[in-house]
């Protein structure tokens, strides 16, 4: 990103596991045999402007519907524990869908 244009707020990362705290980590119930995540970042203008921008980007498992719906659920659980009130919200990556 243009960083004369926009500032990151806040950032982290998520496993699409069931414990999603631990990066790399793997659920085997979900039947993915490759740990998963979700990268996120918050940004605002660097202009001052208060709006912001949330960017949430991921790349869903291609073997495992499974995996794929319950990973999609945990990001979507994710993103409405954040407020996001004055925010755009981009949702990108590999849904393998």
């Known amino acids: 990103y243009r960083t004369q244009r926009l500032r990151c707020l ?3 990362n998520f496993a699409l ?3 999603p705290e631990v990066l790399g980590s793997i659920t085997s119930e979900w039947e993915n045999p490759l ?3 979700t ?4 940004f605002a203008s660097a202009t001052g402007e208060e709006q912001k921008i949330t960017v949430f ?3 869903l498992d ?3 519907a499974k995996a794929r719906e319950l990973g999609a659920r945990l990001i979507c659980d994710r993103i409405s524990h954040l407020n996001l009130t004055q925010s755009y919200l981009f949702l990108t990556g590999d849904f393998n869908a």
């Open 10 to 12: 806040e950032t982290s």
């Open 17 to 19: 596991s069931e414990t």
């Open 35 to 37: 740990p998963r995540m």
């Open 39 to 42: 990268s996120w970042a918050v």
């Open 57 to 59: 980007n991921t790349h």
């Open 62 to 64: 291609y073997r495992s």
